[in-house]
């Protein structure tokens, strides 16, 4: 998300090394500087030429659900992004994102996850007439940041980094009081980067993106199912872009064809 307020796409081929193969932007989604934080969007396709876009967003102090249609060129189609708005509190978090589940016996589910500046993890479940707190657990605030990378009928698994430079898996069971499962993945040498973003890579794997902030530089590596430290990861060296833009996030497929599995 530029400091424009457009929302631009990059595709990123796991070549070797690693290439931008599409760069897209949309201009005029929002004010510039107006968004501080944006979750993953869904970008699914509508009737005739162009697709239906819809996320979370942070202004100010609250926390929005976003959506807005473009046309084949990617221009914004009028009356131009809507906002719902969930709740207030929200200048306190440096995180949001959400995890929806589509697929098997067990029936759709959907969580929203917010990591608080003091380092708390926050949850709330979607119900039909809105959002309903379901746990909070401390101890986060040695992380950078994390990504989803893997969606079940019963728990999410994220990936997070630590100022440390350490890598570890949280797993958060759907059950209340919430109770997250954390394990090591690496123990240094992650430090540099200020966003994940994850996309599924095969059966179990995940395709990860770190984008240091600070050199604007972005490293993809393929990462094997988690498994603690045994999880594989291969290196697959320095995209052939830039990442400039201050908010950073994750296109991805409609909820039901994004069948992160990494864990």
Excluded at 46 to 62: E, F, L, N, Q, T
Excluded at 89 to 108: H, I, T
Excluded at 195 to 219: E, N, P, R, V
Excluded at 243 to 253: A, G, N, Q, T, Y
Aim: with cysteine.
């Amino acid at each position: 998300m530029t400091s424009a307020g457009a929302q631009t796409f990059k595709a990123v081929s796991a070549t070797a090394p690693p290439s931008l193969t599409r760069s897209t932007t949309s201009a005029g989604v929002y004010a510039p500087g107006q968004v501080r934080i944006a979750s993953h969007f869904e970008d699914y396709p509508k009737s005739g030429a162009g697709s239906v876009r819809a996320g979370y967003v942070v202004i100010g102090d609250a926390l929005y659900h976003s959506a807005y249609a473009v046309d084949g060129t990617d221009n914004v189609e009028p009356p131009g992004p809507s906002l719902q708005r969930i709740g207030g509190g929200w200048s306190n978090f440096s995180l949001v994102e959400w995890s929806a589940y589509d697929a098997g016996a067990v029936g759709p589910r959907t969580e929203l996850y917010g990591l608080r500046k003091d380092g708390v993890l926050v949850r709330w479940h979607q119900q039909d007439n809105g959002w309903r707190s379901t746990g909070s657990y401390p101890g986060f605030g040695a992380v950078k940041t994390m990504t989803l990378i893997s969606k079940q009928p019963t728990y999410d698994t994220f990936l997070a980094n630590t100022k440390g430079g350490a890598l570890y898996t949280i797993r958060i069971p759907v059950t209340s009081p919430m109770k997250p499962v954390v394990k090591s993945v690496r123990t240094r040498t992650w430090q540099g980067f200020e966003t994940l973003t994850a996309s599924k890579c095969g059966q179990y794997g995940t395709l990860l993106l770190g984008i240091d902030k600070d050199t604007k530089t972005g490293f993809l590596y393929a990462v094997g199912r988690a498994n603690g430290t045994s999880t594989v990861i291969k290196g697959l060296g320095q995209v052939s872009t830039t990442f400039p833009d201050p908010v950073d996030f994750r296109w991805s497929p409609p909820s039901f064809a994004d069948n992160l599995n990494g864990e």
